[in-house]
């Protein structure tokens, strides 16, 4: 079915039952507006929000058509100082045809020129800011993970004494690249690499990092392939933070059957090389529930809660870890002294071992949210409707953190609260 056309089937819910559903959920607005005693004097906005600055490409496209004929939003222009809430600003409201990562141009910059400081208590910011210099490069990941594991992965060069004692011209290595302002993705900027030489030898951009290679997870039959887990991530405050999980999460599976001869065949070793390789399953076949998959190669129960547990605490382990400088970010203090808010929506991809352990490749900031495979479809669907409701874009705005947690609280549907242990 398509996305669209489930739209105008919940359009109707929505509009009629949705706010009849939460009357019995009380929204405590003098509490929250205590909260914000940083701020003189404002008219708070006691309505819906609905006006929205629309800036993301096409991967978005459903997700804005959500906005709209769900949640009730539409789009005002750049340059409305009295927007509600921004959808692909950053980095796609800059100079047409320009990613402005650097945020310097069109609507970041009319809003950073009016200071961060300045926005109003009721708008909301999309993504919460400061991720792609942290968690969501794969470096940056890379040494936070390093924290955690000291050979999980290699940041080149400084690791690179410590990485060549142990490449004995055997075992496999993955070799990527990525940096805050390389566009890298379906597998490009990785290679498969066994031989000290095959190294890069001019190392001075520090783009390169290099984790060990771990034999997969393998089913019988059609499913012995590479697989990866894909599960999402919500961010809905960094002043403090608040991060969730969404319990439903997917799998896809490489593109051709898995051997150990052929070790450049990115079909066989990388499954976000799916959209360039010839793939011999069947497209809903391609991407399945987990909970299918685990019934398919006939993963224990017991298996299946390790997987899910590890992920999750890694997770939470290493976005926790880094939160204290994400909360430097400037637009990111300036949502926590303006009392506005922010979320961001991510994507977590992550390997299970043959030994049944998990080794998380990335965290994406921005995931392709257009995919039009059954499974992930109705996924990323569900989950941001269902993070759309759990922040109040359905009800007047929740002011202060405090009710905004509580408020989050009574409404996370099927997302999980990680906390920090």
């Given at each position: 079915?398509l996305?669209?056309l489930?739209?105008?089937?919940?359009q109707?819910l929505n509009?009629?039952?949705?706010?009849?559903?939460?009357?019995?959920?009380?929204i405590?607005v003098?509490k929250g507006?205590?909260?914000?005693?940083?701020?003189?004097t404002?008219?708070?906005?006691k309505?819906?929000?609905?006006?929205a600055?629309?800036?993301g490409p096409h991967?978005?496209s459903?997700?804005?058509?959500m906005?709209?004929l769900v949640?009730?939003?539409?789009?005002?222009?750049?340059k409305d100082?009295?927007?509600?809430?921004?959808?692909?600003?950053?980095?796609?409201c800059?100079?047409?045809g320009?990613?402005d990562?650097?945020?310097?141009?069109?609507?970041n910059k009319?809003?950073g020129?009016?200071?961060?400081p300045?926005?109003?208590p009721?708008q909301?910011?999309f993504?919460c800011?400061?991720c792609r210099?942290?968690?969501?490069?794969?470096?940056?990941f890379?040494k936070l993970?390093?924290?955690?594991?000291?050979?999980?992965?290699?940041?080149?060069?400084?690791d690179?004494?410590?990485?060549?004692?142990?490449?004995?011209?055997q075992?496999l290595w993955?070799?990527k690249?990525?940096?805050?302002?390389?566009?890298?993705?379906?597998g490009?900027?990785?290679?498969?690499?066994?031989?000290?030489?095959?190294?890069?030898q001019?190392?001075?951009?520090?783009?390169?990092?290099?984790?060990p290679?771990?034999?997969?997870?393998?089913g019988?039959?059609?499913?012995?392939r590479?697989?990866?887990l894909?599960?999402?991530?919500?961010v809905?405050s960094?002043w403090?933070?608040?991060l969730?999980?969404?319990?439903?999460?997917?799998?896809?599976?490489?593109?051709s059957?898995?051997?150990?001869?052929?070790?450049?065949?990115?079909?066989?070793?990388?499954?976000?090389?799916?959209?360039?390789?010839?793939?011999?399953?069947?497209p809903?076949?391609?991407?399945?529930?987990?909970?299918?998959?685990?019934?398919?190669?006939?993963?224990s129960?017991?298996?299946q809660k390790t997987?899910v547990?590890?992920?999750?605490?890694?997770?939470s382990?290493?976005i926790?870890?880094?939160?204290p400088?994400i909360?430097?970010?400037?637009?990111n203090?300036?949502i926590?002294e303006?009392?506005?808010?922010?979320f961001?929506?991510l994507?977590?991809?992550?390997?299970?071992?043959?030994?049944?352990?998990?080794a998380?490749?990335?965290?994406?900031e921005f995931p392709?949210?257009?995919?039009?495979?059954?499974?992930?479809?109705?996924?990323?669907?569900?989950?941001h409707?269902?993070?759309?409701?759990?922040?109040g874009?359905?009800?007047?705005?929740?002011?202060?953190?405090?009710?905004?947690?509580?408020y989050?609280?009574a409404?996370?549907?099927s997302?999980?609260r990680?906390?920090?242990?």
């Amino acid at each position: 079915m398509l996305f669209g056309l489930m739209f105008f089937q919940t359009q109707q819910l929505n509009s009629t039952g949705m706010n009849e559903l939460k009357k019995a959920n009380v929204i405590d607005v003098e509490k929250g507006i205590n909260e914000l005693n940083n701020i003189d004097t404002i008219e708070l906005k006691k309505e819906r929000r609905s006006r929205a600055v629309f800036c993301g490409p096409h991967y978005s496209s459903n997700i804005v058509n959500m906005l709209k004929l769900v949640f009730g939003f539409s789009a005002t222009h750049e340059k409305d100082p009295n927007w509600d809430i921004q959808y692909g600003a950053y980095p796609h409201c800059g100079r047409a045809g320009y990613k402005d990562w650097d945020m310097e141009t069109g609507f970041n910059k009319v809003v950073g020129d009016k200071g961060w400081p300045n926005l109003k208590p009721w708008q909301v910011w999309f993504p919460c800011m400061g991720c792609r210099q942290s968690y969501c490069n794969k470096r940056e990941f890379c040494k936070l993970q390093r924290d955690v594991d000291p050979s999980a992965c290699f940041v080149l060069p400084d690791d690179l004494e410590a990485l060549q004692s142990k490449m004995d011209g055997q075992k496999l290595w993955v070799l990527k690249r990525d940096g805050p302002h390389l566009d890298l993705h379906t597998g490009k900027g990785i290679t498969y690499i066994k031989k000290k030489e095959q190294i890069p030898q001019d190392l001075s951009d520090r783009t390169y990092l290099v984790q060990p290679y771990s034999k997969p997870f393998l089913g019988k039959g059609k499913y012995n392939r590479k697989s990866e887990l894909r599960l999402y991530l919500a961010v809905t405050s960094t002043w403090p933070l608040r991060l969730y999980s969404y319990e439903k999460m997917w799998v896809v599976l490489a593109s051709s059957a898995y051997t150990d001869d052929d070790i450049s065949n990115k079909c066989i070793h990388d499954t976000h090389a799916n959209s360039y390789c010839k793939n011999d399953l069947h497209p809903n076949e391609q991407s399945i529930s987990f909970e299918d998959y685990a019934t398919k190669v006939e993963m224990s129960k017991e298996l299946q809660k390790t997987v899910v547990d590890s992920t999750l605490r890694l997770i939470s382990k290493i976005i926790h870890t880094a939160n204290p400088e994400i909360q430097k970010n400037i637009v990111n203090q300036g949502i926590k002294e303006s009392g506005a808010s922010c979320f961001s929506y991510l994507r977590a991809d992550v390997g299970i071992t043959k030994e049944g352990n998990i080794a998380i490749y990335e965290i994406n900031e921005f995931p392709f949210v257009n995919d039009n495979l059954l499974v992930p479809e109705k996924i990323i669907k569900d989950s941001h409707m269902e993070l759309f409701e759990m922040i109040g874009l359905d009800q007047p705005p929740v002011y202060g953190d405090i009710e905004r947690a509580k408020y989050e609280a009574a409404h996370t549907g099927s997302w999980k609260r990680l906390n920090q242990e």
